[in-house]
């Protein structure tokens, strides 16, 4: 499902959370970044990142995402459903508009400066969700 399309989908279901994966490939994650969005129009919400080798499979990790959720009050999530970019953040790691000099595979496919991509995620209900196998 498009990140495009989840508008209809997710009305009412504020406070939202989106869980974006990254990597130093399209197959290995390596960061988890969560944002709390806590109401129609407002990206004021906190922002948890972990990350490491094998942080999607982690119990560790699981168990502190739960957490985190929960204590902001999530109703649904949109999840990526694989990894969106490499884990350097543009504009802190390398400038706005470049490719990152770290990580050759998303050369020209990331951040501002790379073509216009549709996002593949889903939307979950945090029960829905919290019910997934890591």
């Known amino acids: 499902m498009a990140m495009h399309h989840m508008k209809r989908q997710t009305l ?35 922002l948890k990142r972990w990350a490491g080798a094998g ?7 699981r168990t502190e995402l739960n957490v985190f959720l929960q204590a902001h009050g999530v109703k649904a999530v949109a999840v990526s459903q694989g990894n969106m970019g490499c884990i350097h953040e543009e504009g802190l790691d390398f400038p706005v508009g470049g490719d990152c000099p770290f990580c050759p595979f998303w050369k020209g496919k990331q951040g501002s400066g790379g073509p ?18 890591p």
């Open 12 to 46: 009412n279901r504020f406070p939202l959370a989106t869980i974006a994966y990254y990597g130093a490939d399209d197959r290995t994650t390596t960061k988890i970044a969560v944002c709390v969005i806590p109401a129609p129009g407002r990206n004021d919400g906190p």
């Open 55 to 61: 942080v999607r499979n982690d119990p560790y990790v």
């Open 116 to 133: 216009a991509r549709e996002i593949i995620g889903t939307v979950l209900t945090l029960k829905e969700f919290l019910a997934q196998a």
